[in-house]
């Protein structure tokens, strides 16, 4: 079965910096990797997909990349901003139609 | 915002009874999935329709059942409420059963008292 784990659970840093959040699954076979951010009691914002082909992807200050044979893929946030405080989720398209979700990681950016 | 949109945003319910959350998919999509978020924890599985069929089941009981419709619109429906089932109910769509973003709803929030 597919385990996600997410490193750190929580993460504060001051405002301007570069920060770089961990997701690592046990299951290589998969279809592609989403990262989602999600503010308290809300959904799910999709941030960035990568399909299992691809090795990274950029939007705006985001960027994330996939090693599949590893089983790793990491969220690097550039000059990150007090909006950025919320709860990142990564997610595994693999077998069963389903995503496998890690535990999140709880981002706080200070003022 | 995505196109999804989940109904009702809050629900309060009596452990027994029966609920039914609904869920429209964003406009040209044939895949609804579902999931449970219990506090601090990432989402879990529950099902997904496509095209109207269940194609998927996570580990849940049979007491949560669900429909999809020709719209593609879809119900979760939970019989014989526990506490447990207190969570944040997410439904999803996408484009296709897979290998496609996924866009996610605003939640409902289930209470089981």
């Known amino acids: 079965k597919q385990e996600v784990t997410q490193i750190p659970a929580a993460l504060s840093v001051p405002e301007g910096e570069n920060l770089v959040l961990n997701c690592s699954f046990t299951d290589s076979a998969i279809y592609n990797l989403q990262w989602f951010r999600q503010d308290p009691g809300k959904g799910l914002t999709s941030l960035l997909l990568?399909?299992?082909?691809?090795r990274e992807q950029t939007s705006g200050r985001l960027n994330a990349s996939l090693d599949k044979s590893s089983g790793r893929s990491t969220l690097y946030i550039a000059a990150s901003q007090p909006g950025d405080s919320a709860t990142y989720l990564c997610?595994?398209?693999?077998?069963?139609?389903?995503?496998?979700f890690g535990t999140g990681t709880s981002l706080t950016v200070i003022p | 915002e995505t196109g999804v949109t989940q109904s009702p945003t809050h629900l309060i319910k009596t452990r027994g009874q029966q609920v039914t959350l609904r869920c429209s998919s964003q406009s040209g999509h044939n895949t609804v999935s579902w999931y449970q978020q219990a506090l601090g924890q990432g989402p879990q599985f529950i099902f997904q329709y496509y095209r109207e069929e269940e194609n998927g089941r996570g580990n849940f009981p049979p007491r949560f059942s669900g429909l999809q419709f020709p719209n593609y619109s879809s119900e979760l429906n939970v019989n014989a409420l526990e506490l447990d089932d207190s969570a944040l109910y997410l439904c999803a769509s996408s484009l296709e059963q897979r290998n496609t973003e996924a866009f996610f709803g605003q939640g409902t929030r289930l209470t089981v008292v």
């Open positions: 997610a595994v398209d693999g077998t069963g139609n389903q995503f496998y």
């Open positions: 990568i399909q299992s082909s691809q």
